[in-house]
């Protein structure tokens, strides 16, 4: 199974790219199998959040996604958005790694 | 590579103190304004966005990095300026964690040369050693100088 992954900040185009940019190096590292990587902002996220396996958002925003979590959806809050470790640290815990590893 | 072009346009600014962190904002903003990437309601978006959203445009201790969203009101060009402040700006009084005195004020209107910088500054923000360099620079000779010493350009093109 390859994953789907939402990350998501307030606007969509700064804080979340960089995010994107940490799972991506943090992905390869843990060789995840990984379907897409979408970047949007919390608006959009609040909405569209149910219909991806996986959402990233600085720890802050956490509180909005109860509905997203009760749906599924592996949320993962970061207190460092830059944090490669952070974001393996948190894949591996989540329980999504051994599941969706690439062969 | 991203730091020579920061200098050759001219959007880069050094400032011994600022007294909250929405000057902060505004003085951040003024290269951009300068050669009008973005127009003075620019800055005023940002703090708008801060307000609303808390200090979450200080990633790391020491680093800012203002931004509105892409294609946001007062943006006209795509480019990431730079500020040094010497004394650190606090955005949160209860946490000295959101201090900045860098800042990589990033403006949008076009989202793949947005991408290009963001990958730029990604490389850059998750090296310790050049961060630790960054905060002790006090002109652009040092941007060049570091540019230079650890050539982003080839760094990101490795990366991805």
């Known amino acids: 199974m390859a994953l789907k992954v939402l990350v998501a900040c307030a606007n969509g185009a700064g804080t979340s790219l960089m995010m994107k940019l940490s799972f991506e190096r943090a992905a390869k590292s843990l060789k995840l199998a990984i379907q897409n990587v979408h970047h949007c902002a919390l608006s959009e996220a609040k909405s569209s959040a149910p219909g991806y396996d996986v959402l990233m958002i600085p720890q802050n925003f956490i509180d909005m996604f109860k509905h997203a979590m009760e749906s599924g959806v592996s949320v993962i809050g970061l207190r460092n958005v830059l944090s490669e470790a952070e974001i393996k640290e948190k894949l591996l815990a989540s329980g999504l790694v051994e599941n969706n590893q690439l062969l | ?160």
Request: net charge negative.
């Open chain 2, 1 to 160: 590579m991203l730091l020579k072009e920061i200098v050759e346009k001219r959007h880069f600014n050094f400032v011994d103190r600022i007294d909250s962190w929405e000057e902060s904002i505004r003085i951040a903003c003024k290269p951009l304004e300068a050669d009008g990437t973005v127009e003075p309601v620019y800055a005023e978006e940002i703090i708008k966005c801060v307000k609303k959203h808390g200090p979450y445009i200080v990633l790391i201790p020491n680093f800012a990095m203002p931004h509105s969203c892409e294609g946001a009101i007062g943006a006209k060009d795509t480019a990431i300026s730079f500020m040094k402040v010497t004394r650190p700006v606090s955005f949160d009084p209860g946490d000295p964690e959101k201090d900045a005195t860098v800042f990589f004020t990033l403006a949008s209107v076009n989202s793949d040369i947005h991408l290009k910088n963001m990958r730029k500054l990604f490389t850059m923000l998750t090296n310790e050693e050049l961060c630790a360099e960054l905060l002790g620079v006090t002109g652009p000779e040092d941007l060049l100088r570091l540019d230079e010493k650890y050539s982003f350009g080839d760094a990101a093109r490795l990366d991805y």
